[in-house]
């Protein structure tokens, strides 16, 4: 009796209710747009928790923004030091910093239309993607289905509809650039992830890897699967294509990270020589390509940009090797740092001592390169003023540059960097560095043999850089690591695309 009774006053409930419906009709559609436009503008703004994705366990919105910083506005001083604090962020690995650099990049607001650069836009896409804290699970507290599978929390769910919109956004800005456009993309996304070390490495390895997703993920992750499309929904070809798939570069990359002494970078190296017999037999090669292996730029792309904002690079200075090495710095006379500035026109002049620097002048190439301008340059500054000057075109730069990283002084030791600042000084004409490199080529493969041809590129270099000079010990080391075979007299004539070795054949 109790049920029925219940179904009665349901139904009564249900009458009433339609009744109200129908006899208010009128008033009910006129409201409806301004519901709508309510609705529009409020559930956006309740974040992934809330709202009628929530309500039918959709919840296919996006996370809730990291707070800006105080003081939001047009100036452009503020705007250069929310992007450079953004770009800290994002160099360190922070997912939602890497998201906010990409949509200010895209131009996605009306004050960030001078900041409008879409290949940086793409790279900072590219460094969300394959950043493991855009999919690995946070948290799992609630089970759906009906077997109780798929553990997923609300805030998984709200990085999966970013990591699905960053897929989007990327193919979009891929698919409008040109091939050089492109290489500019994957070369930035590189360098960044160089930067990182092992992690760095190892997520390199894993996007070139095709047993994972196209940017290092699980293959069975929503979104990569969902980017390689179905016959009745286009997927994200560009994005795709942005990281070709090879077995080599998957094990260059495992093989860089075991070098930096990472111990389960040993461990994914090992499985991953165990995953295939054809891939076991790549050691040999990889080892040599690794050898001569650099990142695709000496730092991050000093370009100008319109927006004058410069593009930071704000990789992080420190760990031993690198702390090292910047402790060893005042062992450079600053006659070398002081022709570098005065090569980039920030000085008239060359000059011999740091106390004759001006302010204004710290100031102006700080800016450059977008540093805090505190008008007293720091080290790694002092360091960057020997690379920019390096990589636009100074062969002395280049010189000073290929000893300080045969010498680890300012920089971490690094054999096959010196060897390609060297070779690079000799194509500007420096004759210490042409006589050097002939050196190198004719003692080949197996290191110096003779002890007085080492010393007398010694000599030769000490003439040119004012006490900087390496040792013998180290100009073996640097030998025996990176020298080639020797170049035929004829080839010196040809062309960069016919000599035997160049640039790309650290890459």
């Known amino acids: 009796m109790r049920e029925t009774s219940n179904a009665v006053s349901h139904l009564v409930a249900l009458r009433r209710a339609l009744a109200y419906v129908v006899d208010n009709r009128v008033t009910l559609i006129r409201r409806l747009p301004v519901t709508a436009v309510v609705a529009a503008v409020v559930i956006p703004l309740v974040g992934c928790d809330t709202g009628p994705s929530f309500w039918f366990h959709k919840r296919a919105s996006a996370c809730p923004r990291p707070q800006a910083a105080q003081g939001v506005s047009g100036q452009f001083n503020q705007q250069q030091q929310e992007i450079r604090a953004l770009r800290q962020g994002g160099f360190h690995g922070d997912f939602f910093a890497q998201l906010e650099l990409a949509r200010r990049y895209e131009g996605q607001r009306a004050v960030d239309k001078n900041l409008e650069d879409q290949v940086e836009a793409a790279v900072w896409y590219a460094m969300a993607l394959s950043n493991a804290g855009g999919y690995s699970p946070i948290a799992a507290y ?284 000799e194509r500007q004409g420096s004759p210490e560095a042409k006589y050097a490199m002939s050196t190198f080529f004719s003692l080949g493969l197996q290191g110096v043999a003779d002890q007085d041809r080492a010393k007398a590129v010694v000599y030769q270099l000490d003439g040119a850089l004012a006490g900087f000079k390496p040792s013998v010990w180290r100009l073996q080391q640097l030998l025996s690591q990176v020298s080639r075979p020797p170049r035929a007299a004829g080839d010196r004539g040809q062309p960069d695309g016919q000599r035997p070795y160049i640039e790309r054949d650290y890459r």
């Open 142 to 425: 609630e089970r759906r289905g009906q077997n109780g599978g798929g553990a997923l929390s609300r805030f998984d769910d709200c990085r999966a509809f970013e990591r699905h919109a960053a897929y989007g956004a990327l193919d979009r800005l891929l698919s409008r650039m040109s091939t050089e456009e492109r290489e500019k993309v994957r070369n930035r996304v590189i360098y960044i992830l160089s930067t990182q070390g092992a992690d760095g490495y190892r997520v390199l390895a894993r996007m070139h890897d095709g047993f994972f997703g196209p940017f290092g993920e699980p293959s069975d992750n929503l979104q990569a699967v969902e980017a390689y499309g179905t016959p009745k929904r286009s997927g994200a070809a560009a994005a795709l294509d942005l990281f070709r798939r090879n077995d080599v570069d998957a094990y260059l990359y495992n093989y860089l990270a075991v070098q930096t002494g990472d111990v389960s970078a040993y461990v994914m190296l090992k499985d991953f020589e165990r995953s295939s017999p054809q891939r076991a037999s790549y050691g040999g090669f990889v080892e040599t390509k690794a050898k001569r292996w650099i990142p695709p730029y000496e730092f991050y792309p000093p370009d100008s940009p319109d927006s004058g904002v410069p593009h930071s690079d704000e990789s992080d200075p420190s760990g031993d090797a690198k702390e090292a090495a910047l402790a060893r710095l005042p062992e450079l006379p600053f006659v070398h740092i002081g022709e570098a500035l005065a090569y980039l026109r920030v000085i008239p002049a060359p000059i011999l001592d740091e106390r004759l620097l001006s302010l204004n002048a710290a100031q102006t190439f700080q800016a450059m390169i977008g540093r805090p301008i505190t008008g007293r340059l720091t080290g790694i500054e002092k360091v960057r003023a020997m690379q920019y000057a390096a990589t636009n075109g100074s062969s002395k730069a280049q010189l000073v540059l290929a000893v300080m990283y045969s010498e680890g002084v300012g920089v971490p030791r690094d054999y096959a960097r010196a060897y390609h600042w060297y070779e690079e000084a």
